[in-house]
C-alpha cells in the first residue's frame, strides 16, 4: 500500500478491519462488525429467505442457469466478462439453500467492504471508515426485494479487488505502478468485462487526485477506453456497447432481464458509491491540504504531534469524542444499525415476500405452510390459484375455498388476462391431467425465465406422460446437468434405458391414465369444457372434479353443481363436504327442488347453519351492508356469505 | 512486491508441470501392439450421432460422435484408402477427431469409403473390436455455411430469437442477427439470392419499430417498409416474391406438438430491388385463395407456389374444418423483362395426393422439386405428418406428369424447412427425429439420379451435444460464403426510422371485413407476441 508498508499477520488484518478505524480498533468496533455481520447473515437466511430468490417466483426472469460441464462453461470463455459471469451463475445456484445463499452475500458484503477499507487505509481517510457498511446494507436492500444482481455485484467485487492489489502492489514507482495496472487490466477486462471501468477510474483519481500523479492518471483514463476496444472490439470481436458496458447495471442485457425497473437505480448506485467515494477522498486531499500525495502526506512525526497539541475546533471535538471511545461506538454502532434497519423497513414489501413464499411452498408442495402464509395476504390471483391447489391437496377444498379470497376470473388462470401467467398454472394442469396445456405453459416458461431447473423438470415429466420419451430425455440430459437436480434427471435416464415406456413408474402411469384425449382447442380457455373433458377421460379424477364443483360454485352455476354432485358416489367421500352442502341448500332454496344422493346430505348442522345465516340476514332487514359484519364474522367462510355477497376470505 | 513476483513464479512453474503431466499421461495408449489380441463382436457398435451409412462431403468438420457400448477405453482408427490414418484413443466414450488430419484424409479420398474402426476395452482390459461402421465420401463438396434460426421452443415470449451462421467445415457459430438488437422484436426466415449472401432478406417484427424487411444488399443494409413473410430471390436477383400471411395461432389439446397455425389469409408479392416498387398480380393473391410459400424455377421463368382455397369470412376466429384445409401445388410463368406473369397451372393437386402440400424448393440446376407433405394446414414443421417428397422437374419436362415420391430419409416426426446447395448435390433439412419440438438440422446427399443419401445431423464439437440441446434449429440454408453484415449495423439498420417507404394497396389478402366484425379484426390485429413459428 503506498505509504504504508507495514505488515501484519493476515488474522489480524482480518480482526483490524473487524475493527475498523484507529480510533475504535478494539473489541467495541470487532463485536459491532461481527454483530453487523451475523445479523446481515441471519436476515439473509431466515427472514428474506433466498432460495426464494431462487426459485423465482415466477417474477424474478434474470436468475441464471448454471449446468455442470465444459461446453456450458466454453461459452463463458468466449467474450470479456464471461468468466465473472460464470462464476455468478454457480454462486447463484448456492442460493438452492438458503444458509449457502445468506453465506455467500454476506461475505460478498464483507468483500466489498474489506476493499473499501483497503481503499480508505490507502487514501488516509481512516474516519470514513463506516462507509465500509454502505455495500453491505445496498445489497440488504436488494435482497430484500427480492431482485438478482449478483453478476454485476461480482464485476464490481473483482474490480474492487484489482484495485487493492493496485494499492499494494505499487510502491510508489512509477513503472512498477504502470506494469502492474496494465497486467491487471488486461486480466480483468477479460475476467469482468465492463467491471474493468470502475477499476480504471478508480486508480486514474487516486493517481491524479491523491497521488499528483496526472501523466499516469490521464494514461489510465484513456486506458480505460482504449482496452475495452482493443479487448473486446478487436480481440474478442464483440459489439463496441458490449465491450463497454458488459456486466455493469446499464447493459442492455442486464437491463433487458430486469423485472423490477425500481431496483435499478440500486447497482447504479453500487458504482457511484465506489466512485464517489474515491473522488470524495480526491478532492479533499485537493482542497484541504497543501498539494502533498499520500507518501509525503502525513508529515514528520513531529508536525502531527504539533498538530494535536494545537487542534481545531473539528478535531476538538473529534479528539473528544475519541476520549470517550465507548460512547462513541455506541453512537456508531447505533447510527449503523438504524441505518441498516431504517433500509430494512423501507425496502420491505410483505406482500411480495408472501407471493414469493406461496409460490415456493406451493413448488415444493408444502401445503400448510402455504395456506398459512396466505392468511397473511390480501389476495390476487395467483395466490388464490395456488391456495386451491394446496386446499385440494390437504383434501379441504369442498370445506375452506372460501375462507381465501375466490375471484372466478382467476380460477385456474385461464382467462385472457393471464395469458402469459404460465409459471403459477403448470403444476396444477399437469396434476389435473391437462399436459398439453402445461407443456406450454412450460415451453413458454423457458423463453421467460430461461432453463431454470423447475421448468426442465415440468418439460421432462409432461413428456414422460405423453410418452415423448426422446424429447424427454433431452430434457432430463439437461436437467442432468444441473447441481441440484441431476439425481432425479439421473434415475429417469437410467429407469428409461431398462423400461422405455415406464410401464413400471406408478406415477407416470397415473397421470397417462387421465390425460385428457379430446382434442378440442377452447379446452385452453374454457375451465368447464377442460374439467369435463379431464372428467370425461377419467371419472375418478377427484381432483379434476373438485375443481368442476368449486368453478360451479364460483360461477354461482348451482344447477350444473347439483347435476354433477352425483360424481361424489365415484370417489368415495366419507362425508359431503361442507361447502357442497351449502351449495345445495342454497340450491334447494333458490329453485325449491330437491337433489337425490346415494347416502344422505344435509347434516343437522348445516341445516342450523343456513337457519342461522337468514336469521341474522332477516335480521337486519335482509340489507346486505347492514348484516355484513355479524355474518361476516360467523359465515364469512360459507357459501351462503358468497352466494349473498359475491366475494370471500373476509373470515381470516 | 518480491514475494508476489515468486508467487507468480510458482503458480507458473505449476501450471507447466500440470501441462506436461497431463500431455505425457493424458491420453491413454491404444491397443496398436502387434502381440494384442482382439475379441470380436459381430455387430457394428452403436454410435450417437448415427454416423453410419452416410455419405458426407469431403468439407464437412469431423464427425465427432460417441460410442454407446460400455467400456473403460476406447480407440476408434478411421480410415480411407489413401492417406494417414487416424487414431483417437480415449478414456472418454466421447470421441472428438483432429480437424486438420480429417480434413487431409477426406480431401484424399474423395467419391471414396470412410471407414470407423471401433475397439472398447472392458474390465477385464480385453479389447473388443466390432464391425466396422463405414461411410462414403462424396465427389461433391456441400457449400461451406449454413443460415439458421436458432430459439426457444416455444417462443411468444419473444426472447432470444437468433439467425446464426455455422461454419460446416469446422465447428464456428456465429450471429447473425437477434433480437436483443432491437428490444426483443421477431425475426423470422432468412432469405438468400443463387445461394450467395451479397442478397439477403430477413423479416422483421418489433413492437418497438415495427414490422418490416431487413435486405442486406453487397454489404449495406436497408429497411423495407412492410413484412415479408416467406420470400423467394429470383434467381436474377431484380425481384423477391414475398407472402404475405394473417397468422393465427391456437393450441392441441391433446396432440404430441400442442402448437398449430393457420393463415386466415395471405398472397403473394413481389418487391422489385431497382425500383423499390412493391407488387403484386390477381394470379397470385386471390380472393378466395390462400397463397404462400413462393419458390422460383432455376431459369426463373416459372413461380411455384402453394394455394388452398379459402372458404371462411371471418378471419378472426379459427375454422371449425382446420383441419380439413390443404394446399396444392401451382405455378406461374412470368417474364421479368416484361414484369408480366402468364396463366396458373395446377401442379400436384392436394386432391390427388390427399395432403397438404408445402415448401417447394427447387434444385439450382432446375432438375429436382422439393418439397414436403402433410396431413392438413400450412405448417409443415409442427405437423409430425410431414416428410419430404421430390418431382424430377426433367421428367416432368418430357411427359408432362408431375410424379412424386417420398423419400428414404423420413421419419415418423417432422421433416421440413429444406434447402439446396448450390451445386444441387446436398440439401439441408430441418427434423424433429430426436424428439419434438426440438428440430435439429440435418445434410443428406442427392446423387445424379435423385437418391437422396442417408442424412446426418449437423455434426458438433461435442458428441453429445444435442442429447441436452434445448434449443430448436429451423429453416437451415446452405450458402457458399459467410453472412459478411455485421449484426450491430444490422440492429442499428433495423432500430433506425429511415426506410424505403412501400406504397402497396393490399396489407392483407382479402381487404373487405364482415359486417359486424370487430375492429381490428381481419386485417390481421397485428398482435406480435400471439405467433411465433419455429
Known sequence: ?652 | MKRYYRCFLAFLVVLAVGVLIYRTYGSPAGPSGATRQFGSASRAPEIRPDYSGTVIPANIAPLNFAVMEEGLQYCVRIHSLKGEQIEVNSRSANITIPCGRWRRLLEANLGQQLKFDILVKDKSGQWTRYETITNTIAAEAIDDYLVYRRIHPACSAWKRIGVYQRNLTSFDESLVLDNRYFSDGCLNCHTFCNNKTDKMLIGIRSVDYGSSALLVENGKAKKIGTKFGYTAWHPSGRLAVYSINQVNQFFHSSAGEVRDVIDLNSLLAYYLDGSEEVKTSPAISKKDRLETYPAWSADGRYLYFCSAPLTWSRYDIIPADYNQIKYDLVRISYDIDSDTWGELETVLSAADTGQSILLPRISPDGRWLLFCMCDYGCFPVYRASSDLYMIDLKTAGQNGRYEYRRLDINSDESESWHSWSSNSRWIAFSSKRGGDPFTRSYLAYVDGQGKVHKPFVLPQKDPTYYDSCLWTYSVPELVVEPVRAVKEKLGRVVRGTEQIPVDFPVTRATPQVPPGTPSGAGRGGEKPWQTERE
Request: charged content about 20%; overall charge positive.
Open chain 1, 1 to 652: 500500500m503506498a505509504g504504508s508498508s507495514r505488515k501484519v499477520p493476515s488474522s489480524s488484518a482480518i480482526m483490524r478491519w473487524f475493527a475498523g478505524s484507529d480510533a475504535d480498533r478494539d473489541r467495541g468496533g470487532v463485536i459491532r462488525a461481527l454483530v453487523f455481520f451475523v445479523l446481515l447473515y441471519l436476515y439473509l437466511w431466515l427472514y428474506v429467505d433466498l432460495r426464494l430468490i431462487y426459485h423465482g417466483g415466477g417474477v424474478i426472469t434474470n436468475f441464471p442457469v448454471f449446468f455442470r460441464g465444459r461446453a456450458f462453461f466454453e461459452q463463458f470463455t468466449l467474450y470479456p466478462g464471461g468468466l465473472v459471469e460464470y462464476a455468478g451463475a454457480f454462486l447463484a445456484q448456492l442460493f438452492y439453500y438458503s444458509w449457502a445463499g445468506a453465506l455467500i452475500v454476506t461475505l460478498l458484503a464483507w468483500s466489498i467492504g474489506l476493499c473499501i477499507d483497503c481503499f480508505l487505509k490507502a487514501a488516509d481517510a481512516p474516519g470514513l471508515r463506516g462507509l465500509r457498511f454502505v455495500p453491505a446494507i445496498l445489497l440488504l436492500v436488494i435482497y430484500s426485494r427480492y431482485t438478482y444482481r449478483l453478476a454485476s455485484i461480482l464485476a464490481l467485487l473483482t474490480a474492487l479487488l484489482c484495485v487493492c492489489l493496485y494499492l499494494r502492489a505499487t510502491a510508489g514507482r512509477k513503472l512498477s505502478c504502470m506494469v502492474v495496472f496494465g497486467v491487471l487490466s488486461a486480466a480483468l477486462y477479460y475476467v469482468a468485462g465492463g467491471g474493468y471501468l470502475l477499476f480504471a477510474a478508480v486508480c486514474a483519481i487516486y493517481e491524479i487526485l491523491l497521488m499528483r500523479r496526472w501523466a499516469m492518471g490521464i494514461l489510465y483514463l484513456l486506458s480505460g477506453a482504449a482496452v475495452p476496444y482493443i479487448g473486446g472490439v478487436l480481440i474478442f470481436r464483440v459489439s463496441v456497447i458490449d465491450a463497454y458496458s458488459e456486466l455493469l447495471p446499464f447493459s442492455w442485457k442486464i437491463a433487458d432481464r430486469v423485472t423490477h425497473e425500481k431496483m435499478f437505480d440500486l447497482v447504479y448506485a453500487f458504482y457511484a458509491f465506489v466512485l464517489l467515494i474515491a473522488l470524495g477522498l480526491g478532492l479533499r486531499r485537493t482542497l484541504f491540504t497543501n498539494g502533498t500525495g499520500p507518501g509525503e502526506r502525513r508529515g514528520s512525526r513531529a508536525e502531527r504531534r504539533t498538530k494535536a497539541k494545537h487542534p481545531g475546533l473539528i478535531g476538538r471535538i473529534r479528539l473528544s469524542c475519541a476520549s470517550k471511545g465507548v460512547f462513541r461506538g455506541v453512537v456508531e454502532s447505533l447510527v449503523l444499525f438504524a441505518v441498516a434497519g431504517g433500509a430494512v423497513f423501507a425496502s420491505y414489501d410483505g406482500k411480495q415476500r408472501i407471493e414469493f413464499e406461496v409460490s415456493y411452498y406451493s413448488s415444493a408442495q408444502m401445503w400448510e405452510r402455504l395456506l398459512r402464509s396466505a392468511r397473511r395476504h390480501p389476495g390476487n390471483h395467483r395466490v388464490t390459484n395456488a391456495v386451491n391447489r394446496a386446499l385440494y391437496h390437504t383434501g379441504r377444498f369442498g370445506y375452506d375455498m372460501f375462507s381465501y379470497p375466490q375471484l372466478a376470473e382467476g380460477f385456474l388462470l385461464t382467462a385472457e388476462k393471464f395469458t402469459v401467467t404460465h409459471w403459477d398454472r403448470f403444476d396444477v394442469r399437469i396434476e389435473l391431467g391437462l399436459v398439453c396445456m402445461a407443456e406450454n405453459d412450460l415451453a413458454e416458461c423457458i423463453g421467460m425465465f430461461g432453463w431454470r431447473p423447475a421448468i426442465l423438470k415440468g418439460l421432462a415429466l409432461a413428456n414422460l406422460v405423453k410418452g415423448n420419451i426422446g424429447s424427454a430425455r433431452i430434457y432430463l440430459g439437461a436437467l442432468g446437468k444441473t447441481l441440484f437436480d441431476a439425481g432425479w434427471a439421473n434415475q429417469y435416464l437410467d429407469r428409461l434405458e431398462s423400461d422405455p415406456n415406464l410401464s413400471t413408474d406408478k406415477e407416470i402411469q397415473r397421470l397417462r391414465a387421465r390425460v385428457v384425449e379430446k382434442d378440442h382447442s377452447p379446452v385452453f380457455s374454457d375451465n368447464e369444457q377442460a374439467l369435463l373433458a379431464l372428467l370425461e377421460k377419467d371419472k375418478t379424477n377427484r381432483m379434476a372434479f373438485e375443481y368442476l364443483m368449486s368453478w360451479y360454485m364460483l360461477t354461482r352455476q348451482l344447477d350444473k353443481f347439483a347435476d354433477n354432485i352425483k360424481r361424489l358416489n365415484d370417489f368415495g367421500y366419507s362425508e359431503v363436504p361442507r361447502l357442497y352442502e351449502e351449495a345445495l341448500f342454497v340450491y334447494a332454496y333458490e329453485t325449491g327442488k330437491s337433489v337425490a344422493l346415494n347416502g344422505s346430505w344435509g347434516r343437522p348442522k348445516s341445516g342450523q347453519r343456513i337457519e342461522d345465516f337468514g336469521r341474522i340476514f332477516n335480521s337486519y332487514g335482509r340489507n346486505k351492508e347492514a348484516a355484513f359484519a355479524e355474518l361476516a364474522k360467523n359465515y364469512g367462510d360459507s357459501y351462503f356469505f358468497y352466494s349473498v355477497y359475491g366475494f370471500s376470505g373476509v373470515k381470516n
